[in-house]
């Protein structure tokens, strides 16, 4: 089992910035990509950013040019630098993980997610 645990969330004017950490803990064999994702109240659940192994990363269209994920293989801890926040980024932001095990065997994993609210 992983476990995926995010911190830094909070409450931010328009226009701030925040960076979020994700820490994956447990029986790690090998992640595989990572990802940021976030729902908004009434809303569906949405990629914000991926990045590979390999530092390959893409972004959704709202999170271009604002928002920067990165990783760190060595500590297992995946980042999110949200700058020039804005109201409509007010969501739960969610860490996810995908891990192969030493069979060969995927699993996926999601952490308990973080607040993120901006005020206008």
């Known amino acids: 089992q992983v476990q995926l645990v995010e911190s830094g969330g909070g409450l931010v004017q328009a226009g701030g910035s925040l960076r979020l950490s994700c820490v994956a803990s447990?029986?790690?064999?090998?992640?595989?990509?990572m990802g940021w994702y976030r729902q908004a109240p009434g809303k569906q659940a949405e990629l914000v950013a991926l990045?590979?192994?390999?530092?390959?990363?893409n972004y959704a269209d709202f999170a271009l040019g604002r928002f920067t994920v990165s990783r760190d293989n060595a500590k297992n801890t995946m980042d999110l630098q949200m700058n020039g926040l804005k109201p409509e980024d007010t969501a739960v932001y969610y860490c996810?993980?995908?891990?192969?095990?030493?069979?060969?065997?995927?699993?996926?994993?999601w952490g308990q997610g973080t607040q993120v609210t901006v005020s206008s």
């Open positions: 996810n993980a995908g891990h192969y095990g030493p069979q060969g065997d995927f699993s996926e994993y």
């Open positions: 447990g029986s790690i064999f090998s992640i595989h990509d």
């Open positions: 990045i590979t192994s390999v530092g390959t990363t």
